[in-house]
């Protein structure tokens, strides 16, 4: 059936397209010949063509281009004609007499724009002669096409200041009147295309429709371009006038289409002026207009304007841009209560980002837009649309990207509210892009408060969150997730050690809950840090506040023993060994001979129950050895202790050539050079 309509149109076109070629070909002879009567008639029957129904939009506007140049050579025509001393105002009404309106009307305009060009008459009165006339085309597709040909012909024809055209004092008025008149009549006669024919067809005549639109909205184009109107008339004529049609058209095709084009074009600073007028027709749209789509490049528009010069940003806030522009998105949400999660996001999004451009250092705004988002999710519990959770990424991730710091970021109080509504995964995504901008930017964050409100934001890479099983994890992006919180662990600094004591019992807390599988990435890091900060306190005094409650290398060791041994725990032996001999190492370096022992006692028990596993063993050994050998604080007995379990372990390694090695290595450990009570030579 939809072939055999193609085929249809197909042959309707072609007998359009001939017919009128026929006649356009004696209008060529006419033309020629100085035959201005049958120049007239032939035209007329050639423009008789355009008054088919037959044809799709897309068909039509094939045959009325074709009709349109021929009306071209015409136009030259009369201009010939009225310099060969025809009268213009004879002319004008010797074409009314065609027989049919439609030729009538399009020959009406043609003489029309000559007669302007005359200056015979005032370009007004012909101008409101036609947009008059042209209504006697109520069919929407001749009439939208008859009245583009009178707007592309008169468009540089219009009474505006500077014009060869301009008239009286109100001149301007009369150009605005004249385009405001068209393009009501087009826009009654687009959305009219809406309503006619039978209801099967509605998804056909919108695609139509969809086609027709550039038609409309060129009229916009055109009062854009009049440069008489100024920001007064703009606000208390312009506006108002476009606003009025697009509403009360209720038609969400038009709307959408109509509120785009004027944003699109009439200048920035006009909107930012008109903010009032424009963000109030928004809440009356029709519930099904992608609202969304237009409030956010309206916002991304000015955010140019306001990147363009610091001059600006004064106007911004004189006429309240930011609560304006929030209080409509608000009213839009309420007007629309079936707009789904993801259009509410957007909003937020582009609200952010605008206040991000211009108000940068205003914090709060920021914070109450996240807010304002809070308080529009509340109740919808965690986000299953896909859509909607990467629309929050890009909404949380606007102020790292703006502000390149995090620590700014945390500030926000409502940052880690929005964050609540992310899917696990979605979390992750999130916590990497924070951990992400930490690197990049080198931030420093040195308070443990702020520490606890950055652990709070990554918990999603720190711990499981509900309903998700380890299973499910991937493994290699697992190591890499975890592999990014170990460097932001080491990335965590304060010069002064009480500070710096309570950041590592802070990063300590959250990963010790962050599961067995989680901890063999998270503690190294942790330990390392601390380690750090025992060199840092090396050399000071027992207290060196003064205080019972200070710092000192022997708290930080304590606390480091009882981490390792969650390690052990999991169980990862090989693990813990190497870190509580790394420990043993800076105990000795603080002369702490009783820490250092305990150190070295947790690491030869783990050996005994733990490693099982030859090759391991042999590594251990050799790691014990080695530790064991830099130890200097060692009194003789504590040594001879040490020094006789690491010999009778070497001995009872499972391969020879293991055994051997070991106790080769363990002779070491009875000569020392820069120790001289370390001297065994007989042992």
């Known amino acids: 059936m939809i072939a055999d309509g193609v085929e249809d149109e197909e042959k309707w076109l072609a007998a359009g397209i001939a017919g009128l070629q026929q006649n356009a070909f004696y209008m060529h002879r006419a033309l020629d010949s100085n035959n201005l009567k049958d120049a007239l008639k032939y035209s007329a029957q050639m423009l008789?063509?355009?008054?088919t129904s037959r044809l799709s939009p897309h068909k039509y506007y094939e045959l009325y281009m074709r009709a349109f140049d021929e009306l071209r050579k015409l136009?030259?025509?009369?201009?010939?004609?009225?310099?060969?001393?025809?009268?213009?105002?004879?002319?004008y009404e010797l074409v009314q007499h065609a027989g049919n309106i439609l030729p009538r009307l399009y020959l009406l305009c043609t003489v029309g724009s000559v007669y302007i060009k005359s200056k015979e008459a005032p370009s007004k009165d012909v101008l409101k002669d036609l947009v008059e006339m042209c209504r006697g085309i109520q069919h929407p597709v001749r009439g939208l096409f008859l009245r583009s040909y009178l707007a592309q012909v008169s468009r540089d024809k219009l009474p505006d200041i500077g014009s060869e055209y301009e008239g009286d004092a109100d001149t301007v008025v009369d150009a605005v009147e004249f385009v405001l008149q068209?393009?009501?009549?087009?826009n009654k006669l687009w959305v009219r295309m809406q309503h006619q024919g039978p209801a099967r067809e509605k998804e056909k005549r919108e695609k139509e429709r969809s086609e027709l639109r550039d038609l409309v909205g060129k009229n916009l184009h055109v009062l854009s371009q009049i440069e008489g109107i100024d920001l007064d008339m703009y606000k208390d004529t312009v506006l108002p006038r476009v606003l009025e049609q697009v509403v009360n058209c209720k038609d969400e095709l038009a709307q959408y289409y109509l509120m785009d084009c004027i944003i699109q074009v009439f200048p920035d600073e006009y909107h930012l002026q008109t903010l009032d007028v424009l963000l109030g027709a928004f809440p009356q749209l029709q519930p099904t207009v992608d609202i969304k789509t237009v409030l956010s490049r309206l916002m991304e528009r000015l955010s140019n304007y306001a990147a363009l010069s610091a001059d600006v940003l004064p106007e911004f806030l004189q006429v309240e841009a930011f609560s304006k522009l929030n209080n409509a998105i608000g009213k839009v949400i309420e007007a629309q209560p079936d707009m789904p999660i993801l259009g509410v996001i957007t909003l937020y999004s582009s609200l952010l980002t605008f206040t991000l451009h211009v108000h940068p250092d205003r914090l709060d705004y920021a914070d109450q837009v996240l807010g304002a988002c809070v308080g529009k999710l509340s109740g919808k519990g965690k986000l299953e649309d896909n859509k909607a959770t990467k629309q929050i990424v890009a909404l949380l991730s606007a102020p790292l990207e703006k502000y390149n710091d995090i620590v700014t970021a945390l500030k926000l109080s409502n940052y880690p509210r929005v964050l609540e509504y992310l899917d696990s995964e979605t979390n992750k995504v999130m916590a990497t892009v924070i951990i992400q901008s930490i690197m990049k930017n080198k931030t420093r964050i040195s308070t443990a408060d702020r520490v606890e409100a950055l652990f709070e934001l990554i918990k999603g890479l720190i711990k499981d969150l509900d309903g998700t099983l380890d299973d499910e994890v991937d493994e290699d992006d697992f190591k890499e997730e975890q592999n990014s919180v170990?460097?932001?662990?080491?990335?965590?600094?304060?010069?002064?050690?009480e500070e710096m004591?309570?950041?590592?019992?802070?990063?300590?807390?959250?990963?010790?809950?962050?599961?067995p599988k989680r901890l063999p990435f998270t503690v190294p890091p942790l330990v390392f840090s601390s380690l750090k900060l025992v060199r840092q306190l090396q050399g000071q005094e027992e207290n060196p506040f003064g205080e019972e409650e200070s710092t000192t290398p022997n708290k930080i060791f304590q606390l480091l023993n009882q981490t390792v041994e969650t390690l052990s725990n999991i169980p990862a032996p090989e693990l813990a060994l190497q870190l509580y001999l790394q420990c043993a190492e800076a105990a000795n370096d603080c002369d702490l001979e009783p820490v250092a022992y305990e150190f070295f006692t947790q690491a030869y028990i783990l050996y005994e129950e733990e490693i099982s596993d030859s090759r391991a063993q042999v590594t251990a050994i050799h790691l014990i050895i080695g530790t064991l050998q830099r130890m200097h604080v060692f009194g003789v007995e504590n040594r001879d202790t040490l020094t006789h379990k690491a010999t009778g372990y070497s001995a009872k390694l499972l391969k020879k050539p293991d055994q051997c090695r070991a106790v080769y290595a363990c002779s070491h450990l009875f000569w020392v050079d820069d120790q001289d009570n370390v001297k065994d030579g007989e042992r």
């Not at 008789?48 to 008054?51: F, G, K």
């Not at 068209?182 to 087009?186: D, G, I």
């Not at 170990?486 to 050690?497: C, F, S, T, V, W």
């Open 48 to 51: 008789s063509e355009l008054r």
């Open 75 to 91: 136009e030259m025509f009369f201009k010939e004609e009225t310099r060969r001393g025809c009268s213009i105002i004879d002319l």
């Open 182 to 186: 068209n393009f009501t009549e087009m």
């Open 486 to 497: 170990a460097r932001l662990i080491q990335m965590l600094y304060n010069d002064d050690p």
């Open 501 to 515: 004591f309570k950041i590592i019992c802070t990063v300590r807390k959250h990963i010790l809950a962050g599961g």
